[in-house]
């Protein structure tokens, strides 16, 4: 029983992790493109990448923090137009397919060996190298604090004040996307998902409007890899096709083309992981299942739960089936 | 055994490297921290000299999963790596690097396999005595045919087209059904990745574990992998065809399926890379060219297979229909082509293409994990956008171009941008000409 309340309290701590905030933070991005434009993004984890790097590299550098955001930001739009341009006038396989090449180009470009000067190369950047100038900004003081059964630092490397601006940042982008979408913009984006053509007809420039939900679907992701790598380290490979593919599980989970659904998603997400991880680890026995296997399984499931999600209710938890036909053309 | 997990480490690099080339000096990574994460382990450590100061500059190679790091100790003698594979991984002292007077104690395994984790570190220690060699070597691990970039010379540009041709070939066959799915159904598969992966480990079963002969087990792989095609159809896609599901929901299911086949790959073999034939490869030189035995074999093997499929594409009443409803499927059924069989029948052979290039790759690595084919899923969409989504010969030609192009990279860049070469490619295609080599214009729109 003591070990059940373990695992309970750690399904709490990760539901509000930063790692959690991040991801729910990549899914609002891949939100504005999927669930709102209907564009097919495979190369999230390329813009999460992307914004990671410049932000890291520019703090390495030398840059103060705010202006360093702002580069990683910029870069992400540049890499959403490289990507935008060949790709959106033609059939949404395109896009999807040219994304996540792009995001592995920018993956084995990061650990390439010829870059490790700047990258650190398969190694990536330790955290210590480009935290500085974000927790210098804690007004929460040294210290540890308690909340409940939670004790981090107040400002530590995964302390309280990384939680505390990982999660306003999800919620201030939850507002946004909330007023944006209810905005002449947004039911443009909403019209272009049901029907391109239509919005042709209304004289709209469809090309462009997809191109800025792509950039700004970008950016946000960009957003949730530096959210990423702050706690932790910018490394290449944690940032690949995998991380891609769980962006979009949790964006499906809670529901593609709702304001709240990527965040429950991505809460559900890694809930649902250590929760699998937690059962098989107390009642199967080790020599049925042991932990490794334990973890592995918990993704075999997460696949067959994204399968099914999609087959049998692809509006998600919180969708409305109406509003997601899912027939992007 | 250990020696041969190491080559096999190596040999995968040839093809599928993602990581530091060689051995040499030149490209090892200088050492720095690593910090453990949700998707990241370490595996590090610290070497002392006999007399306890730091050794430093001592070179060591890890191999984790498919990738292969080369370290060297820095001031402190600490060296550390990050993995992204949980599981064994082989780490290799150097110990022609040792500092002088320094031998390895000989009761320390040289490679010495540490169980990393992620998120988690796990370390090993090498321990140095001073004094003379006790004669424990390792072989310095082969560059194989992933040599260092350096200049460019006539034999090793035949040798790196030689791989290129052996690449495409099994691209190709690779390809072939994944074109051949999209062009009758529309549907974009991104767990035919999984169908190469699942023919590699299929015959390692069969070929290492059961020892069946090799020729029998490729067999007998194929035929379970068709199985597999024909069952997905029959249990998975054709319900979901007639649920009427759009293409992008059934192209997020196949995520889905690609996802938990991964990690079932993990689950039941293990992270580790295994290899399909017990035997050590045996080498040919033809000219300048080397090449394993094995990978003559598959080379012939795939130009006869890749030359059966286009007599029956090209000969056969059912290849004919299958081209028919590739073209149009609602045209190919109003004529009396009955489209779910042809639909059936493509899926099991693609399935069976794909597991005979997963047994083949396997052989010409002399290794498969999980991941073999997710890599090539990759290149494998490259090689059919490049040569006309949904036409089976452009992606014969695309494979061709796009195996040749990923070797040759290979000449003035170093491996690690051998997969970028082939990608931007595909972007620069779908710019000038989005229709690919043998596409028509009106299916891209």
Same mark, same amino acid.
């Given at each position: 029983?003591?070990?059940?309340?373990?695992?309970?309290?750690?399904?709490?701590?990760?539901?509000?992790?930063?790692?959690?905030?991040?991801?729910a933070?990549?899914?609002?991005?891949?939100n504005?493109?999927?669930? %709102? $434009?209907?564009?097919?993004?495979?190369?999230?984890?390329?813009?999460?990448?992307?914004?990671?790097?410049?932000?890291?590299?520019?703090i !390495?550098?030398?840059?103060?923090?705010?202006?360093?955001?702002?580069i990683?930001?910029?870069?992400?739009?540049?890499?959403?137009?490289?990507?935008?341009?060949?790709?959106?006038?033609?059939?949404?396989?395109?896009?999807?397919?040219?994304?996540?090449?792009?995001?592995?180009?920018?993956?084995?470009?990061?650990?390439?060996?010829? &870059?490790?000067?700047?990258?650190?190369?398969?190694?990536g950047?330790?955290?210590?190298?480009?935290?500085?100038?974000?927790?210098?900004?804690?007004?929460?003081?040294?210290?540890?604090?308690?909340?409940?059964?939670?004790?981090?630092?107040?400002?530590?490397?995964?302390?309280?004040?990384?939680?505390?601006?990982?999660?306003?940042?999800? =919620?201030?982008?939850?507002?946004?996307?909330?007023?944006?979408?209810?905005?002449?913009?947004?039911?443009?984006?909403?019209?272009?998902?049901?029907?391109?053509?239509?919005?042709?007809?209304?004289?709209?420039?469809?090309?462009?409007?997809?191109?800025?939900?792509?950039?700004?679907?970008?950016?946000?992701?960009?957003?949730?890899?530096?959210?990423?790598?702050?706690?932790?380290?910018?490394?290449?490979?944690?940032?690949?096709?995998?991380?891609?593919?769980?962006?979009?599980?949790?964006?499906l /989970?809670?529901?593609?083309? $709702?304001?709240?659904?990527?965040? &429950?998603?991505?809460?559900?997400?890694?809930?649902?992981?250590?929760?699998?991880q937690?059962?098989?680890?107390?009642?199967?026995?080790?020599?049925?299942?042991?932990?490794?296997?334990?973890?592995?399984?918990?993704?075999?499931?997460?696949?067959?739960?994204?399968?099914?999600?999609?087959?049998?209710?692809?509006q =998600?938890?919180?969708?409305?089936?109406?509003?997601?036909?899912?027939?992007?053309? | 055994?250990?020696?041969?997990?190491?080559?096999? =480490?190596?040999?995968?690099?040839?093809?599928?490297?993602?990581?530091?080339?060689?051995?040499?000096?030149?490209?090892?990574?200088?050492?720095?921290?690593?910090?453990?994460?949700?998707?990241?382990?370490?595996?590090?450590?610290?070497?002392?000299?006999?007399?306890?100061?730091?050794?430093?500059?001592?070179?060591?190679?890890?191999?984790?999963?498919?990738?292969?790091?080369?370290?060297?100790?820095?001031?402190?003698?600490?060296?550390?790596?990050?993995?992204?594979?949980?599981?064994?991984?082989?780490?290799?002292?150097? $110990?022609?690097?040792?500092?002088?007077?320094?031998?390895?104690?000989?009761?320390?395994?040289?490679?010495?396999?540490?169980?990393?984790?992620?998120?988690?570190?796990?370390?090993?220690i090498?321990?140095?005595?001073?004094?003379?060699?006790?004669?424990?070597?390792?072989?310095?691990?082969?560059?194989?045919?992933? *040599?260092?970039?350096?200049?460019?010379?006539?034999?090793?540009?035949?040798?790196?087209?030689?791989?290129?041709?052996?690449?495409? /070939?099994?691209?190709?066959?690779?390809?072939?059904?994944?074109?051949?799915?999209?062009?009758?159904?529309?549907?974009?598969?991104?767990?035919?990745?999984?169908?190469?992966?699942l023919?590699?480990?299929?015959a390692?079963?069969?070929?290492?574990?059961?020892?069946?002969?090799?020729?029998?087990?490729?067999? /007998?792989?194929? *035929?379970?992998?068709?199985?597999?095609?024909?069952?997905?159809?029959?249990?998975?896609?054709?319900?979901?065809?007639k649920?009427? @599901?759009?293409?992008?929901?059934?192209?997020?299911?196949?995520?889905?399926?690609?996802?938990?086949?991964? %990690?079932?790959?993990?689950?039941?073999?293990?992270?580790?890379?295994?290899?399909?034939?017990?035997a050590?490869? !045996?080498?040919?030189?033809?000219?300048?060219?080397?090449?394993?035995?094995?990978?003559?074999?598959?080379?012939?093997i795939?130009?006869?297979?890749?030359? /059966?499929?286009?007599?029956?594409?090209?000969?056969?009443?059912?290849?004919r229909?299958?081209?028919?409803?590739?073209?149009?499927?609602?045209?190919?059924?109003?004529?009396?082509?009955? !489209?779910?069989?042809?639909?059936?029948?493509?899926?099991? *052979?693609?399935?069976?293409?794909?597991?005979?290039?997963?047994?083949?790759?396997?052989?010409?690595?002399?290794?498969?994990?999980?991941?073999?084919?997710?890599?090539?899923?990759?290149?494998?969409?490259?090689?059919?956008?490049? =040569?006309?989504?949904?036409?089976?010969?452009?992606? @014969?030609?695309?494979?061709?171009i796009?195996?040749?192009?990923?070797?040759?990279?290979?000449?003035?860049?170093?491996?690690?941008f051998?997969?970028?070469?082939?990608? &931007?490619?595909?972007?620069?295609?779908?710019?000038?000409?989005?229709?690919?080599?043998?596409?028509?214009?009106?299916?891209?729109?």
């Amino acid at each position: 029983m003591n070990e059940f309340l373990t695992t309970l309290t750690a399904i709490a701590a990760s539901a509000f992790s930063p790692s959690t905030a991040a991801l729910a933070i990549a899914a609002i991005g891949l939100n504005i493109h999927f669930g %709102y $434009t209907g564009l097919l993004n495979m190369g999230q984890a390329g813009f999460m990448l992307v914004g990671a790097y410049a932000f890291a590299i520019s703090i !390495v550098a030398g840059i103060p923090l705010f202006p360093a955001v702002l580069i990683a930001l910029v870069a992400a739009a540049v890499f959403a137009l490289i990507l935008g341009v060949p790709t959106l006038k033609l059939r949404g396989d395109y896009l999807a397919i040219v994304t996540i090449s792009a995001a592995e180009i920018v993956r084995m470009i990061g650990r390439s060996s010829l &870059l490790t000067d700047i990258t650190g190369g398969s190694n990536g950047l330790t955290g210590q190298s480009y935290r500085g100038p974000f927790t210098d900004l804690s007004f929460l003081g040294d210290g540890q604090t308690t909340l409940g059964p939670f004790t981090y630092d107040n400002t530590g490397s995964n302390g309280w004040w990384i939680r505390l601006v990982a999660w306003s940042i999800v =919620g201030i982008l939850c507002l946004f996307v909330f007023l944006l979408m209810r905005s002449p913009w947004g039911r443009v984006l909403r019209g272009i998902r049901e029907d391109e053509d239509a919005i042709r007809s209304l004289g709209k420039n469809v090309y462009s409007y997809k191109m800025q939900a792509l950039i700004l679907g970008g950016t946000i992701g960009a957003l949730g890899g530096i959210i990423y790598v702050l706690p932790a380290s910018v490394q290449a490979d944690s940032m690949g096709r995998s991380m891609t593919f769980f962006v979009w599980t949790a964006l499906l /989970l809670g529901g593609a083309a $709702t304001v709240f659904g990527p965040v &429950l998603g991505s809460i559900i997400f890694f809930a649902l992981r250590l929760f699998v991880q937690g059962v098989a680890g107390q009642f199967v026995p080790d020599s049925i299942m042991n932990g490794q296997q334990a973890e592995q399984f918990s993704w075999i499931l997460i696949g067959v739960v994204l399968m099914l999600v999609v087959i049998f209710r692809p509006q =998600g938890v919180l969708g409305n089936k109406k509003e997601l036909s899912f027939n992007v053309n | 055994m250990l020696a041969g997990l190491l080559l096999i =480490g190596v040999a995968s690099l040839g093809l599928m490297g993602l990581g530091a080339t060689s051995a040499s000096a030149a490209t090892a990574v200088p050492t720095t921290a690593c910090v453990a994460n949700a998707t990241t382990g370490c595996i590090q450590g610290t070497i002392k000299q006999g007399n306890g100061d730091p050794a430093v500059g001592v070179r060591l190679t890890v191999t984790n999963g498919d990738t292969t790091e080369n370290l060297v100790t820095d001031a402190a003698g600490k060296w550390g790596v990050a993995i992204t594979v949980a599981g064994p991984s082989t780490v290799t002292l150097d $110990t022609t690097s040792l500092p002088s007077g320094n031998t390895l104690d000989p009761s320390i395994a040289n490679p010495a396999t540490v169980n990393g984790g992620l998120g988690r570190n796990a370390g090993t220690i090498f321990k140095l005595v001073s004094g003379e060699s006790t004669g424990l070597s390792t072989s310095a691990p082969s560059t194989g045919d992933s *040599a260092t970039t350096g200049s460019v010379t006539w034999e090793r540009f035949l040798q790196q087209a030689a791989s290129g041709i052996r690449l495409g /070939l099994l691209l190709a066959l690779a390809s072939v059904g994944l074109s051949l799915i999209y062009g009758t159904t529309g549907l974009s598969n991104f767990a035919h990745g999984e169908q190469v992966t699942l023919g590699g480990l299929l015959a390692f079963v069969l070929a290492n574990q059961l020892g069946l002969n090799l020729f029998l087990a490729a067999f /007998l792989t194929v *035929a379970v992998c068709a199985a597999t095609g024909y069952f997905q159809d029959a249990l998975i896609w054709k319900p979901l065809r007639k649920r009427g @599901l759009p293409n992008t929901q059934l192209m997020i299911v196949t995520i889905g399926l690609s996802i938990a086949l991964q %990690y079932a790959f993990q689950f039941f073999i293990g992270a580790k890379t295994v290899r399909i034939d017990k035997a050590n490869p !045996v080498t040919v030189e033809i000219g300048p060219i080397t090449l394993s035995v094995q990978s003559l074999w598959a080379m012939g093997i795939a130009v006869a297979v890749i030359i /059966l499929v286009g007599l029956f594409l090209l000969r056969s009443r059912i290849g004919r229909a299958t081209r028919a409803v590739s073209d149009n499927p609602s045209l190919a059924a109003a004529s009396g082509i009955d !489209v779910d069989a042809i639909i059936r029948l493509v899926w099991t *052979a693609s399935a069976g293409l794909a597991g005979l290039a997963g047994v083949m790759l396997g052989l010409v690595l002399n290794g498969v994990n999980w991941q073999t084919g997710l890599q090539l899923l990759l290149l494998m969409f490259a090689a059919v956008t490049l =040569g006309g989504l949904g036409t089976a010969f452009g992606a @014969l030609a695309g494979a061709m171009i796009i195996g040749m192009v990923v070797e040759l990279t290979n000449l003035v860049l170093p491996g690690d941008f051998k997969y970028a070469t082939a990608l &931007l490619i595909l972007i620069l295609v779908l710019l000038v000409r989005p229709q690919g080599i043998f596409g028509r214009r009106e299916r891209i729109g």
